[in-house]
């Protein structure tokens, strides 16, 4: 056992961590993994059916639970937040998706009663709440009656949407709570970066930390699948993120900073990998990262396109994952469209199909639901005939090409917006019952 993976068991298997900004300081609690299996079960057969799903997300409320339940009486809000709930997965199921990608962790809360992270204050517009009812038991529940699968949607390293007065009052307010936000357990992993809350990726705790709330969520929940987004290194050019102390203690033996930011990646993905597929096999793991890996030049094995790319950006070699075996999928969100000279649709699609075709690992492509129906001068194919053939022509080409075994859709709000009303339509029409 080599010592990362010694470093890892220790912590997961139930260290406390502390800190001084109290006189009885909170604990942090890591959930301990259960044995390895001792014999591995046989991979779970391909889903007979092409996956179509949708991203529900959670973060500021963006598409659940409704902004007016937050301040309804309890009994009021519990209802209203499930009755949208399953209204919204009536919806789905009509219109023909067969697996909800649902955030669970939009940030540094959960939205189960987790033993590691605070209640999410999407719920009850106070971090920490009890909201009286467990919203993954919930949409579990819901979606398998309907016969829809779950995937449980992580945001890895955001603590915080903002870097508001008020915000950060909250999570200090956790204090006495158990658990508390990680932000007053280990202001020593906190870091500030696109003008947001982040934890600090180099660190080897904080990747041991994210693990362990999957493993939680993987051990106590029958969810069909584990997704990563894009969100990992995140900066803008005003709001940087500063590891120049954790690249001076963990960065030896790299060339660069880049390179030790994407190694810090990569262990991410290894460690919740193992992890998921120690405890549940055949629980599926997958990444939707940003849609350009590299750009051709800047590396001859890129994509003919001059878009944000992870590998440099996000320090994600997300190709490396799918040849390594690392995930059961991939979703790159390919948010353009065939017009984009910049990005095509066409060509970063295919692009990815030949990257997963001699793999193991499915390839399902994030498409721009939010852009159909609305205006854009650089992408007016989004409006013509309420960008349904635009749309058509997309879903044509994961269709016919072979390595694309699926499309999800970004994101669930959108289905509800008047510009979008056509391709909704479209959408019953081809893919519903």
Same mark, same amino acid.
């Given at each position: 056992?080599?010592?990362?993976?010694?470093?890892?068991?220790?912590?997961?298997?139930?260290?406390?961590?502390?800190?001084?900004?109290?006189?009885?300081?909170?604990?942090?609690?890591?959930?301990?993994?259960?044995?390895?299996?001792?014999?591995?079960?046989?991979?779970?057969?391909?889903?007979?059916?092409?996956?179509?799903?949708?991203?529900?997300?959670?973060?500021?409320?963006?598409?659940?639970?409704?902004?007016?339940?937050?301040?309804?009486?309890?009994?009021?809000?519990?209802?209203?937040?499930?009755?949208?709930?399953?209204?919204?997965?009536?919806?789905?199921?009509?219109?023909?998706?067969?697996?909800?990608?649902?955030?669970?962790?939009?940030?540094?809360?959960?939205?189960?009663?987790?033993?590691?992270?605070?209640?999410?204050?999407?719920?009850?517009?106070?971090?920490?709440?009890?909201?009286?009812?467990?919203?993954?038991?919930?949409?579990?529940?819901?979606?398998?009656?309907?016969?829809?699968?779950?995937?449980?949607?992580?945001?890895?390293?955001?603590?915080?949407?903002?870097?508001?007065?008020?915000?950060? &009052?909250?999570?200090? *307010?956790? !204090?006495? +709570?158990?658990?508390?936000?990680?932000?007053?357990?280990?202001?020593? @992993?906190?870091?500030?970066?696109?003008d947001r809350i982040v934890l600090d990726p180099g660190i080897p705790e904080v990747r041991d930390w994210i693990t362990s709330i999957v493993a939680?969520?993987?051990?106590?929940?029958?969810?069909?699948?584990?997704?990563?987004?894009?969100?990992?290194?995140?900066?803008?050019?005003?709001?940087?993120?500063?590891?120049?102390?954790?690249?001076?203690?963990?960065?030896?033996?790299?060339?660069?900073?880049?390179?030790?930011?994407?190694?810090?990646?990569?262990?991410?993905?290894?460690?919740?990998?193992?992890?998921?597929?120690?405890?549940?096999?055949?629980?599926?793991?997958?990444?939707?990262?940003?849609?350009?890996?590299?750009?051709?030049?800047?590396?001859?094995?890129?994509?003919?396109?001059?878009?944000?790319?992870?590998?440099?950006?996000?320090? &994600?070699?997300?190709? *490396?994952? !799918?040849? +390594?075996?690392?995930?059961?999928?991939?979703?790159?969100?390919?948010? @353009?469209?065939?017009?984009?000279?910049?990005?095509?649709?066409?060509?970063?699609?295919?692009?990815?199909?030949?990257?997963?075709?001699?793999?193991?690992?499915?390839?399902?492509?994030?498409?721009?639901?939010?852009?159909?129906?609305?205006?854009?001068?650089?992408?007016?194919?989004?409006?013509?005939?309420?960008?349904?053939?635009?749309?058509?022509?997309?879903?044509?080409?994961?269709?016919?090409?072979?390595?694309?075994?699926?499309?999800?859709?970004?994101?669930?709000?959108?289905?509800?917006?008047?510009?979008?009303?056509?391709?909704?339509?479209?959408?019953?029409?081809?893919?519903?019952?």
């Amino acid at each position: 056992m080599t010592p990362r993976v010694k470093r890892v068991s220790a912590l997961i298997a139930g260290a406390v961590l502390l800190v001084g900004c109290s006189s009885t300081p909170p604990r942090s609690l890591v959930t301990p993994l259960p044995p390895v299996a001792k014999h591995p079960l046989p991979e779970k057969p391909r889903h007979a059916e092409p996956m179509r799903g949708i991203w529900l997300a959670t973060v500021s409320r963006l598409d659940w639970p409704p902004v007016s339940s937050v301040n309804a009486s309890r009994a009021d809000r519990i209802s209203q937040q499930q009755k949208a709930l399953t209204d919204k997965l009536d919806k789905l199921k009509s219109v023909g998706i067969n697996t909800v990608f649902f955030q669970v962790k939009p940030d540094g809360t959960a939205l189960w009663p987790s033993q590691i992270l605070p209640w999410s204050d999407t719920l009850t517009g106070r971090v920490g709440d009890d909201p009286g009812y467990d919203p993954l038991q919930f949409m579990l529940d819901e979606a398998h009656k309907r016969g829809l699968r779950v995937h449980a949607w992580f945001n890895p390293y955001r603590v915080t949407t903002n870097t508001k007065p008020a915000t950060l &009052a909250a999570l200090s *307010r956790t !204090v006495s +709570q158990h658990p508390a936000s990680v932000y007053v357990l280990h202001r020593d @992993w906190i870091r500030t970066a696109s003008d947001r809350i982040v934890l600090d990726p180099g660190i080897p705790e904080v990747r041991d930390w994210i693990t362990s709330i999957v493993a939680e969520v993987v051990t106590r929940y029958p969810v069909d699948g584990v997704q990563f987004d894009d969100y990992f290194y995140t900066e803008t050019p005003g709001s940087t993120l500063d590891d120049r102390q954790t690249f001076s203690r963990y960065g030896a033996g790299f060339a660069s900073k880049a390179d030790w930011r994407r190694d810090n990646t990569q262990r991410l993905i290894e460690q919740v990998s193992r992890t998921v597929k120690q405890i549940k096999p055949d629980v599926e793991f997958g990444v939707s990262p940003a849609g350009v890996w590299r750009n051709r030049s800047h590396d001859p094995a890129g994509s003919d396109t001059s878009g944000a790319a992870a590998y440099d950006e996000a320090y &994600a070699d997300t190709r *490396r994952w !799918v040849q +390594q075996g690392l995930l059961d999928y991939i979703a790159p969100q390919v948010y @353009w469209p065939f017009s984009r000279t910049a990005a095509r649709y066409d060509v970063l699609a295919k692009w990815w199909a030949d990257v997963v075709k001699p793999t193991r690992t499915r390839l399902y492509i994030g498409v721009a639901l939010y852009k159909v129906g609305e205006a854009s001068k650089i992408e007016p194919d989004w409006t013509i005939q309420g960008g349904v053939p635009e749309l058509k022509k997309q879903l044509d080409l994961n269709e016919s090409v072979t390595g694309i075994s699926g499309t999800i859709l970004f994101r669930e709000d959108y289905l509800n917006r008047p510009q979008a009303h056509d391709a909704v339509n479209y959408l019953r029409s081809r893919w519903g019952s």
